[in-house]
Nanobody
């Protein structure tokens, strides 16, 4: 069974940090672009970051550029999203998704596999 499982969400104060993990089972991530999306209540799903399996190229939404870092460890079949300098507007459910491709992109309907999501809450 092909599955993505996110972990690492939680509640932090503004300025804090969290590291999200996206672990794959049932398939290897070597041939898959992995992206992180987020969705806040009442808002559309937003593509946050993406990483290529081939050359490690990355994409970041302007809203997170300079604060978030995406990385992958193919030996652990896991992708990470390090989130620093968190802001209240980062509060959302975060999802990872996989697409068999090499091109980074954050068009959600193109993704084949999705995790169940992990909640991130940034509040004082």
């Amino acid at each position: 069974q092909l599955q993505l499982v996110e972990s690492g969400g939680g509640s932090v104060q503004p300025g804090g940090s969290l590291r999200l993990s996206c672990a794959a089972s049932g398939f290897t991530l070597d041939d898959y672009v992995i992206s992180w999306f987020r969705q806040a209540p009442g808002k559309e799903r937003e593509g946050v970051s993406s990483i290529s399996p081939s050359d490690g190229s990355t994409y970041y939404a302007d809203s997170v550029k300079g604060r978030f870092t995406i990385s992958r460890d193919n030996t652990k079949n896991t992708v990470y999203l390090q989130m620093n300098s968190l802001k209240p507007e980062d509060t959302a459910e975060y999802y990872c998704a996989a697409r068999r491709d090499t091109v980074v992109l954050v068009t959600s309907w193109l993704y084949d596999y999705w995790g169940q999501g992990t909640q991130v809450t940034v509040s004082s």
